[in-house]
């Protein structure tokens, strides 16, 4: 994972772009649905804690994790504001913490586009050891078809595919933009919807 004071990111007054302070669209869409039903919930790379919060909304246990204390200590401050019962932890997620029983729905939004090549692997490795076979796994993650500088890094859609369908059933895979708050454009960016395979 590229080098980042993610701590003075959060501590910064101007908000990172995508800590819009509402649920991410695609998420609330998902949920809406009901193609994922309340359960034990994973956020990878949390920030602080909007998505978790609002997954302890709709009825999910919910934990979120992110390496920044000061990201976790805002989460904790707003799940405390709104009566939310979330749990948030500080970590890695290419080194995850003990978090229990297994999660049935994992969430990352911006996590994954994070890690440098050589990391992916690890990666899913940490996502399998916290899931069980038939998990749903919700990735949202920047476009290689357009990348901003500044904007998110980009994967492709052959590299999402190359590192996870051994492990995931890729069920539906599409393109939207990111919400973002402090950016003139909003970033292209792959939703990818998959489970992990029976064994």
Same mark, same amino acid.
């Given at each position: =994972?590229?080098?980042?004071?993610?701590?003075? /990111?959060?501590?910064?007054?101007?908000?990172?772009?995508?800590?819009?302070?509402?649920?991410?669209?695609?998420?609330? *869409?998902?949920?809406?649905?009901?193609? &994922?039903?309340?359960?034990?919930?994973?956020?990878?790379?949390?920030?602080?804690? /909007?998505?978790? @919060?609002?997954?302890?909304?709709?009825?999910?246990?919910?934990?979120?994790?992110?390496?920044?204390?000061?990201?976790? *200590?805002?989460?904790?401050?707003?799940?405390?504001?709104?009566? #939310?019962? #979330?749990? !948030? &932890?500080? $970590?890695?997620?290419?080194?995850?913490?003990?978090? $229990? #029983?297994?999660?049935?729905? @994992?969430?990352?939004?911006?996590?994954?586009?994070? =890690? *440098?090549?050589?990391?992916?692997?690890? !990666?899913?490795?940490? &996502?399998?050891?916290?899931?069980?076979?038939? /998990?749903?796994? !919700?990735?949202?993650?920047?476009?290689?078809?357009? +990348?901003?500088?500044? $904007?998110? +890094? /980009? &994967?492709?859609?052959?590299?999402?595919? #190359?590192?996870?369908?051994?492990?995931?059933?890729?069920?539906?895979?599409?393109? !939207?933009?990111?919400?973002?708050?402090?950016?003139?454009?909003?970033?292209?960016?792959?939703?990818?919807? =998959?489970?992990?395979?029976?064994?």
């Amino acid at each position: =994972m590229p080098e980042r004071d993610w701590d003075q /990111t959060y501590r910064d007054p101007q908000a990172p772009p995508w800590d819009t302070g509402y649920p991410c669209t695609q998420l609330r *869409e998902l949920v809406e649905s009901g193609v &994922v039903k309340p359960c034990r919930a994973l956020d990878l790379g949390c920030g602080t804690g /909007t998505n978790v @919060i609002y997954l302890a909304q709709q009825g999910f246990d919910a934990t979120g994790l992110d390496l920044s204390p000061v990201a976790i *200590e805002k989460a904790r401050q707003k799940a405390a504001a709104q009566k #939310a019962n #979330a749990s !948030f &932890v500080c $970590g890695s997620a290419l080194d995850l913490p003990e978090l $229990g #029983a297994p999660f049935e729905f @994992i969430f990352d939004r911006g996590c994954f586009h994070m =890690m *440098e090549k050589d990391q992916r692997g690890t !990666f899913v490795e940490q &996502v399998l050891r916290v899931t069980r076979p038939g /998990t749903v796994f !919700f990735l949202l993650c920047g476009n290689s078809k357009e +990348p901003l500088n500044p $904007g998110p +890094p /980009t &994967v492709s859609e052959d590299e999402i595919r #190359a590192t996870f369908s051994r492990d995931f059933a890729i069920e539906k895979l599409w393109e !939207f933009r990111f919400d973002t708050v402090n950016m003139p454009k909003q970033p292209l960016a792959y939703a990818t919807l =998959m489970r992990r395979k029976l064994l």
